[in-house]
């Protein structure tokens, strides 16, 4: 007998809250865009994890839709950090405050 | 011991691992080098839990494609000086983080799982195999997010291309002209 599912479940959670800190506590953005990354792959995990127990193979195209979003965000969120450096030459969250009242 | 409790245990490990890579190493370059194990432990995860057809597209577009964007974005910033992570946030969103991974791991694992199971049985997809199961829902049920997919792909690209222009050429244009 394998590995029940649920342990699949628990390991997708672990690398959101990774993620989630990593988003929080980075200063860097570029970084901050890597921990997205990583919350990404926990939801592709438990979307793969529910699909094996629920005899099911819809999530399995969900993952694929996200993969096709990944690598869209990664092109646009990589493009807009290149155009702050062009503007600003700084690269940390703590700086870039334009929005800030 | 089975193969698959080993290979989920070794590569769960490894993942988790490399995402403390991820969060917490100072600089860059590493980060990205343990996203690249990351990425690559998550596909095994799912060759594990028989997702071949995901687990392939992983490794090809995840651990190729969007790696070398960062890689190229990281060699255009020169490098970043200045400390890699906030201490005051860090004393917040560790306990937070713990508090939420908790109660994931608790409601994943003792949580009710009753719903409804599709027509994909394991005898099903022996007969029929990952591959073509997914792909057959793919291009009939869920044709139209498809097709809306490629679209957005096409935004992206137009997108990534306006922002990731130099305006210095028009600049030097205009210099050469006057």
């Known amino acids: ?101 | 011991m089975d193969l698959h409790v080993i290979a989920f245990w070794s590569f769960s490990a490894l993942a988790v691992i490399s995402a403390f890579g991820v969060v917490f190493a100072r600089n860059i370059v590493y980060n990205i080098l343990s996203l690249i194990s990351v990425l690559i432990a998550v596909s095994g995860l799912f060759f594990n839990l028989g997702a071949e057809l995901i687990g392939s597209l992983q490794i090809l577009i995840y651990a190729v494609a969007i790696v070398v964007f960062y890689v190229l974005v990281i060699s255009t910033v020169p490098e970043y000086k200045g400390q890699s992570v906030d201490p005051k946030y860090m004393l917040i969103s560790i306990p937070v983080g713990f508090g939420i991974f908790m109660e994931l791991a608790y409601v994943s694992i003792y949580g009710a799982w009753a719903s409804a199971t599709g027509i994909f049985s394991p005898e099903v997809l022996k007969e029929v195999g990952n591959i073509k199961a997914v792909s057959s829902m793919l291009f009939t049920k869920y044709l139209f997010p498809f097709e809306v997919a490629s679209l957005i792909l096409l935004v992206a690209m137009i997108g990534a291309i306006l922002l990731g222009r130099k305006e210095q050429v028009m600049e030097e244009n205009n210099e050469h002209s006057v």
Request: aromatic share 8%; no cysteine; charged share 15%.
């Open chain 1, 1 to 101: 007998m394998s590995i029940p599912y649920e342990y699949y479940v628990a390991l997708s959670g672990l690398l959101m809250v990774l993620g989630l800190v990593g988003v929080t506590v980075r200063k860097n953005i570029i970084a901050v865009l890597l921990s997205t990354e990583l919350m990404l792959n926990a939801v592709n995990i438990a979307f793969v994890a529910f699909d094996m127990k629920l005899h099911d193979v819809a999530g399995q195209v969900f993952v694929f839709f996200i993969l096709t979003i990944a690598a869209a965000e990664a092109a646009i969120g990589l493009g807009l950090v290149m155009a702050i450096y062009r503007l600003r030459k700084d690269v940390d969250v703590e700086k870039l405050t334009e929005l800030k009242l």
